[in-house]
């Protein structure tokens, strides 16, 4: 009767060892004290990166064009004639030659200037005569340039009357295109033959 009650203090050590023993890791498993929690790894700075080999290809992205400024140049007329380097009158001769517009007979007013340093020359020599010489570009008939020869050292003489000149003194003729001043087929050599010249008359 005494052989089917175990004794009360065997009960409660055994439980205790039960409850005390540690229960044993399974196979591949990490204790959880081994895990640490991973830092994540810094990015690399752009300077601290390494150069890559010679041999591999490196694409350098080209400076952008700079812009120069261009100022626009600034706008011109139509030049002004130079007198021509041809055959001009001798140096010495004391009256100016003056130019027309095409197909014009009128005084132009920058030509002006030169008829009055013709007048103050008559003026100074009185006994002096002249021969005023109508001519015009090879553009037009003989006959209208010979007219239009005629027109002009007429309205050069009708000045210099006005100025002072007695008429007597001056004669008029017209040779048309007949004496090209310069020698051409364009306005380079046109303007120049436009002209009413001067000659004074050997005695």
């Known amino acids: ?10 009960v409660v050590l055994s439980v205790g060892l039960l ?38 290809i490196q694409v350098t992205r080209p400076a952008p064009p700079v812009e120069v400024p261009v100022s626009p140049a600034p706008p011109t007329g139509p030049a002004l ?11 010495t001769a004391p009256l100016k ?3 027309f517009g095409f197909d014009s007979a009128t005084l132009r007013d920058d030509q002006k200037a030169a008829l009055n340093v013709n007048v103050t ?27 239009l020869g005629d027109r002009r050292a007429k309205a050069t003489r009708d000045y210099l ?7 007597t003194r001056i004669v008029t003729i017209s040779y048309g295109e007949e004496r090209p001043f310069v020698l051409g087929h364009d306005e380079s050599a046109w303007q120049w033959n436009r002209r009413v010249h001067f000659a004074i008359p050997s005695r």
């Open 121 to 147: 020359w008559l003026k100074a020599n009185p006994v002096a005569k002249i021969t005023i010489e109508g001519h015009a570009d090879e553009r037009g008939t003989n006959e209208y340039n010979l007219g």
């Open 81 to 91: 004639p130079t007198r021509p380097s041809g055959p001009v009158m001798p140096a």
């Open 161 to 167: 009357v006005t100025a002072g000149i007695d008429a």
């Open 97 to 99: 030659d003056i130019f």
């Open 1 to 10: 009767m005494m052989n089917r009650f175990i004794p009360m203090g065997v």
């Open 19 to 56: 409850a005390g023993c540690p229960k044993a890791p399974e196979v591949g498993q990490t204790p959880p004290a081994a895990i640490a929690a991973q830092a994540p790894t810094p990015a690399t700075p752009p300077s601290a990166r390494p150069t890559p080999p010679p041999g591999d």
